[in-house]
């Protein structure tokens, strides 16, 4: 059974932090996912990494950047927080087809 | 660039009905996915679709692709409250990587008794 966990549900942080988003997954999936979700929007891909130290934008990579060391990792860092960056952060991976997402980070920024 | 659009975004239906939820996509796509959502939970996978004619059968749901109308529908069948929940669809745009989804705005549906 795909096991994909992030490192926090809820998260309040200030305007200027930097914030780090962890995401582990156990099935040793090539590619893995960082996703925004915002009422009315859907989901929209920030980054995307299908090897260890490769990555890709999404579609709305500013203000974010990642990081895979490892392969069950990947993380999510938002340099210097903003307002607009209060959302629901949902993580994923993948071998071929279907999409496994974890349970989402619920992030507010002060 | 790639528009995945569902509608209707909003459902209210009464248990034992039937509906349609309609997914257009605006360009070629090498694959469709249902994904279902509980409030405050994360996406469960319903389906994958890789083919013009796909059909595939859950339960309840029943999803099919055509991909020349660029057109995917969730049909719900003798609806149950259990199936309150949001549906979205999602595509790989053609030619593209393989992970890259996009996905629609979703429909959010409420089974009623």
């Known amino acids: 059974d795909v096991k994909v966990t992030q490192s926090s549900r809820y998260l309040v942080k200030r305007t200027g932090e930097k914030v780090f988003l962890e995401c582990v997954q156990d099935m040793d999936h090539e590619n893995m996912f960082w996703y925004r979700q915002d009422p009315g929007l859907g989901l929209r891909l920030i980054y995307f990494?299908?090897?260890?130290?490769?990555?890709e934008k999404g579609d709305i990579p500013e203000g974010y950047s990642v990081s895979r060391e490892k392969k069950e990792r990947f993380s999510l860092i938002l340099e210097s927080a903003s307002t607009n960056q209060t959302s629901m952060y949902l993580c994923?991976?993948?071998?071929?087809?279907?999409?496994?997402f974890g349970p989402g980070t619920r992030l507010t920024v002060l | 660039e790639l528009k995945v659009e569902q509608n209707p975004l909003f459902l209210s239906m009464q248990e034992g009905k039937n509906y349609t939820i309609y997914c257009n996509y605006s360009?070629?796509?090498?694959?469709l996915y249902w994904y279902r959502q509980d409030p405050g939970k994360s996406l469960e996978s319903l389906f994958v679709?890789?083919?013009?004619?796909a059909v595939k059968q859950e339960g309840r749901l029943m999803a099919s692709l055509d991909t020349k109308a660029r057109l995917s529908t969730l049909h719900i069948t003798a609806a149950v409250h259990d199936l309150s929940a949001t549906y979205f669809c999602a595509v790989v745009p053609g030619g593209g990587s393989q992970g890259n989804l996009i996905f629609g705005k979703g429909t959010k549906l409420s089974v009623k008794p």
């Open positions: 360009t070629t796509s090498d694959r």
């Open positions: 990494s299908y090897d260890v130290k490769m990555k």
């Open positions: 679709l890789l083919s013009n004619g």
């Open positions: 994923a991976s993948s071998l071929s087809l279907a999409q496994y």
